[in-house]
C-alpha cells in the first residue's frame, strides 16, 4: 500500500507537487483543514507565500494541530516557502510570522533576488547521479545552525560563497527551489524513500 501524502493547498504550488507525486503512485491528499492531516504518512509544504501561508494556517486552525504533527516526526518536504516555515529562525520575516521550527538553519527570504532575479541552474545534488535543474524564484538562501544538518547542495553566490539549498536534517527535507515545476520526479522520489 502506497504512503498517504498531504501537500498543503493553502496557497502557491500545491498543484504542480500533487501531480508529482501522483505520477510516482503515491495517494496524495490536498490539506486545507485541520481534519485532512488524519492518517497521513508525510506532508509537504510547497512554494507560495510564507507570510501569507503562516497566516491562512492560523485562519484555518490548522497551524497548531500540524505542528504538533511535525514535533512527533512526521516526515516533511518544504520547497522554497515551506523551507522558510520550517526553519528555526526566519532571519528577515514579519513579526507576526509564525514557523514551525523544524530544522536547524536560518533563512533570509528572497536571498538570491527578488522576482526579476528569478533563474535556473543545474545542481549537483548528493545521491543523485545526473544534475538536477533547480528553478529558483524569489529563492530563500540558508545558513546551517547545526551540523547535524545535511547539505545536499549549493548555489556558489557572486561574491563565490557557497549557499545552501536543499538541507535535510532527519525527517525534515527543504529546498530553495521549486523542484514540482520540473518534469524531474528524482526529488519527490528520494523524499519518499525516506518515509
Known amino acids: 500500500m502506497s504512503p498517504i501524502v498531504g501537500v498543503l493547498a493553502l496557497q502557491g504550488a ?22 485532512d492531516l488524519d492518517g497521513l504518512d508525510a506532508i509537504v509544504i510547497p512554494g ?3 507570510t501569507t501561508i503562516s497566516m491562512l494556517l ?12 511535525l514535533a512527533e516526526g512526521l516526515p516533511v518536504l518544504g520547497t522554497c516557502a515551506g523551507m522558510i516555515l520550517l526553519a528555526k529562525e526566519v532571519l528577515d520575516g514579519r513579526s507576526d510570522q509564525r514557523s514551525f521550527a523544524r530544522i536547524d538553519i536560518a533563512v533570509r ?12 541552474t543545474d545542481l549537483y545534488i548528493k545521491d ?4 538536477f535543474r533547480g528553478v529558483f524564484i524569489r529563492a530563500p538562501g540558508a545558513q546551517i545552525l547545526d551540523p547535524s544538518v545535511e547539505i545536499l547542495a549549493s ?18 527535507m527543504v529546498t530553495s527551489f ?7 520526479l528524482r526529488l519527490h522520489q528520494m523524499f519518499l524513500e525516506h518515509l
Open 14 to 35: 500545491s498543484r504542480e507537487h500533487t501531480d508529482a507525486l501522483g505520477r510516482l503512485g503515491t495517494t496524495v491528499r490536498q490539506v486545507r483543514l485541520p481534519k
Open 48 to 50: 507560495g507565500e510564507s
Open 58 to 69: 492560523e485562519s484555518s486552525k490548522t497551524f497548531e494541530p500540524l505542528s504538533e504533527l
Open 109 to 120: 527570504r528572497n536571498a538570491f533576488g527578488r522576482q526579476i532575479a528569478s533563474f535556473e
Open 128 to 131: 543523485l547521479e545526473e544534475p
Open 155 to 172: 548555489v556558489k553566490r557572486e561574491n563565490g560563497e557557497e549557499t545552501p539549498v536543499f538541507c535535510r536534517q532527519e525527517n525534515v
Open 178 to 184: 521549486h523542484p514540482e515545476l520540473t518534469d524531474d
